[in-house]
C-alpha cells in the first residue's frame, strides 16, 4: 500500500494499514460476492409476540427511561422520549399501551442457520461476579487486573468505512507498522503492564471470568467493595476454555459449565495458564465507585443495567437503547421466560441477528443462573412508529 503525504496527515495512512491488517488477520472478513442477505425485520401484530400480554411490562420502565437518557436527543427517539416523561406508568395495562402506541413490532430473523428456526437464536446470561482482592500484591493476592496500556491503539474505521459502523480495530505500532496488540499469553507476567494494576485478586479464574463478564465487584482487605468496568481490550478474538477442554478430551461438552471448568482447574492447577491463555483475549478495566449498591454496572450504552431487565445485543442489528420483547426459558429448563427488556450492552460474544446475553444481576443467585443458561429464544425489536429502519 502507498500512502501519500495527505493521507499520512490526516491519519488515513494509519487506518488503512490497520484495515487491511485485520483483513488479513480475519477481524475483518471481506465482502464475498453472495446473493443479498434476507431481510432482517419482519413487522408483526402485537398478538404475534409470544408472551406479550403475560408480562409484567412496567418493570421495565425505569430501565427504559434510562435509556432515553442515552439516545433521547437522537432524531429517531424525541418523540418516543419526550412522550415517555409525560407517563406515570405503575401497571403492565399502561406500559403496554404506551408501547403499543409509541411502537411497531419486528421479529428478528436470520439469514440462514441449518441448526435452528430463522428466528429463533441462542440466549446466554451474564452476571455481575464478586471477587476478594488488595490494592497492593501479597501472598494471598497475586493476579493483577489492569488498566489498559498506554501502547493500545483503539481505531473506528467508520468514516472511511461506512460498511465497518461500530467495528473497532486494535493494534500496536512497530517501528512505523502496526502490528497486532499482544495476546493473553504474551501479556501473562510481562513487564508490558507494569504500573497498569488496578487491583490483585486470589485467583487467576475469577479473574478470567471477571475479564468474560466484563465487569464486576471486587471486596478489599480494607472491606470496601469497588467496581471494575470494562474499558477496553486487546482485539484478539473470545475463544472458549470449555470449548479448549472439550477438544482436548478433558471435558464433555456437558461438562464443561463454569462449575465444571472450576472443578478441573482445581483438580488440575499446572495447567491452569495453559487453559486460560487459549483465549487470546484480554480485557482492561477501570475503577468505579459503587454509589448504588442495587444497580448494575453500566453496559455500553453507558446506562446502569437493571438486573432481569438489560440485554447485551449486537448492535449490528438492535440498536442499543431500543426495547426487546424475549421469549427464550428459564436456564437449563422449559420454563417460559418472555418479558420486555432493553438493549444496553453488547459483548465478545454476542454476533448475529437473533443472539443476547441476559443480564441476570450481582450476587450468587445470578452467577448460578448465568451459568446455567444457553437457551434457544426468539427476539422481537420494538423501533419508534414513522422511523425508518436501521440501515444494515
Known sequence: MICDSKMVRTGKCLALTVFLLAALSGCVTPRKPLEAPSAPYQAVNWSQIDGWSDDSTHEVWSAFLNSCKARGSRPEWLAVCAAAKQQTIIDPAGARHFFEAQFTAYRLLKDKDTQRARDTGLITGYYEPLLYGARSPAPTFTVALYAPPDDLLTIDLADLYPELKGKTLRGRLQGKKVVPYYSRAELDNSPLLNGKELVWVDNALDAFYLQVQGSGRVQLIDGQTIRLAYADQNGHPYRSIGRYLVDKGELTVVQATAEGIRSWIETHPARTHEVLDSNP?????????????????????????????????????????????????YPATDTPLRRLMMAQDTGGAIKGRVRADFFWGFGKPAQEAAGRMRQDGQLWLLWPKGQPLPVR
Not at 475503577?287 to 432481569?308: Q, R
Not at 440485554?311 to 421469549?327: E, H, K, M, R, T
Open 281 to 329: 483475549s484480554m480485557v482492561f478495566f477501570r475503577e468505579e465507585a459503587i454509589v448504588d449498591p442495587n444497580e448494575g454496572p453500566k453496559g455500553a450504552l453507558g446506562v446502569p443495567l437493571t438486573p432481569g431487565r438489560s440485554l447485551a445485543v449486537d448492535p449490528s442489528y438492535i440498536p442499543l437503547g431500543a426495547p426487546v420483547f424475549l421469549a427464550t426459558t
